[in-house]
T-cell receptor
Framework: DTEVTQTPKHLVMGMTNKKSLKCEQH?????MYWYKQKAKKPPELMFV???????INESVPSRFSPECPNSSLLNLHLHALQPEDSALYLC???????????????FGSGTQLSVL | RKEVEQDPGPFNVPEGATVAFNCTYS??????FFWYRQDCRKEPKLLMS???SGNEDGRFTAQLNRASQYISLLIRDSKLSDSATYLC??????????????FGKGTKLSVKP
């Protein structure tokens, strides 16, 4: 079982709603990530936090807003999303910061998001 | 060349078969290589790291050819439970520094009775 916990598992929201996805890990990992995955496509990186600081933003629209309150928690705030944003949102963590050689990613089970 | 490119699949094989997946990567400076497995509607899970010397874990063998920028995964004696999508993962390189991991599109494997 994954040691990265994501909530909620499923989320349906309208285009005017504001919602948040949550991710938690207690493995002492120093980097946390948000990925987006559409059906039959590979995961695409959105954001990376290393040592609680945003280190990578892959040109993600501002309607997605990440937040890292502490080393164990990672949030993704959603506002004014579009139907094409419907996807599986995966959180991951790694022991060392992004870019460390042979650094493995451990994924949560994801939030399946539907935007109506 | 795409950053990470895999066999398109799907691979449909009988139980007990040996199956091999290939993956090529574009940046010769990449240092981190992995195979992940993803079941339908589930998260990717690490199958194995890939090292220059090659490595084996039970029925699974991974190999890295740096000269050809090529990674492979061999599965021997396929089981029904091996049915999944196999993702090749390589790190990006930014101006000489090792960067984040990127995923290939994946190869779907179906093992039939």
């Amino acid at each position: 079982d994954t040691e990265v916990t994501q909530t909620p598992k499923h989320l349906v929201m309208g285009m005017t709603n504001k919602k948040s996805l949550k991710c938690e890990q207690h493995m002492g990992h120093r980097a946390m990530y948000w990925y987006k995955q559409k059906a039959k496509k590979p995961p695409e990186l959105m954001f990376v936090y290393s040592y609680e600081k945003l280190s990578i933003n892959e040109s993600v629209p501002s309607r997605f807003s990440p937040e890292c309150p502490n080393s164990s928690l990672l949030n993704l705030h959603l506002h004014a999303l579009q139907p094409e944003d419907s996807a599986l949102y995966l959180c991951a963590s790694s022991q060392g910061p992004s870019g460390t050689t042979n650094e493995k990613l451990f994924f949560g089970s994801g939030t399946q998001l539907s935007v109506l | 060349r795409k950053e990470v490119e895999q066999d398109p699949g799907p691979f449909n094989v009988p139980e007990g078969a040996t199956v091999a997946f290939n993956c090529t990567y574009s940046n010769s400076a990449s240092q981190s290589f992995f195979w992940y497995r993803q079941d339908c509607r589930k998260e990717p899970k690490l199958l194995m790291s890939v090292y220059s010397s090659g490595n084996e874990d039970g029925r699974f063998t991974a190999q890295l050819n740096r000269a050809s920028q090529y990674i492979s995964l061999l599965i021997r004696d396929s089981k029904l439970s091996d049915s999944a999508t196999y993702l090749c993962v390589v790190n990006r390189v930014y101006g000489g520094s090792q960067g984040n991991l990127i995923f290939g599109k994946g190869t779907k494997l179906s093992v039939k009775p």
